[in-house]
């Protein structure tokens, strides 16, 4: 019996360790082994919502830097200066809050015939927690027509204050799970 619940408890604990499915989608119609370089579309990152303390010049360059190397690993280059590029990119970064419920059950422990029966009051305490979620997505547009190729975006939640180098490599990590599944097999 030990053995089952240890067991139940153990795939319990290893399904929460998932990570999120990227979302992402593209034109089946398109060649996407035509496409040979990149530039940035002017804005490069929108930031959803226009919120002072969301936009950062820190947190753009970063961005711009993990999607131009993940680009570069997947034989992509910056188009030279002056030349019309294969893809159009544009970032976003959407902040949202989302919340959650948890409910906590007190008390209620009641005996059995062998022992007599005993028991206390029994209530339940539901909080709901608040916390913010943030998204990146990235869409690549055809640089003749304009049209959007490829989107995909994913999603983190945001920790209460990290510090540079954390913010870094969450960024890293999201991009390099975005673009993964470009270009589309």
Known sequence: MFR???????????????????????DASRDFGA???WAWKDPAL?????????????????????????????????????????????????????????????????????NGYWGGPMYNETRNITYKVATIQIDLLDGKDGKLVWRGSDEQMMGSTPNPQDRNNAIRTTVTHILSSYPPH
Request: with cysteine.
């Open 4 to 26: 089952r619940i240890a067991m139940l408890a153990f795939v319990v604990l290893l399904g929460g360790c998932q990570t999120n499915q990227v979302n992402h989608d593209f």
């Open 35 to 37: 496409y040979r370089n």
């Open 46 to 114: 929108q930031y959803r919502p226009d919120d002072p303390r969301i936009k950062s010049d820190l947190t753009e360059q970063r961005i711009r830097q993990a999607v131009g190397e993940q680009l570069d690993q997947r034989g992509l280059r910056p188009a030279a200066a002056g030349t019309k590029a294969d893809l159009i990119v544009q970032a976003y970064l959407i902040v949202e809050d989302r919340q959650q419920q948890v409910t906590t059950n007190y008390g209620g422990g009641w005996g059995g015939p062998w």
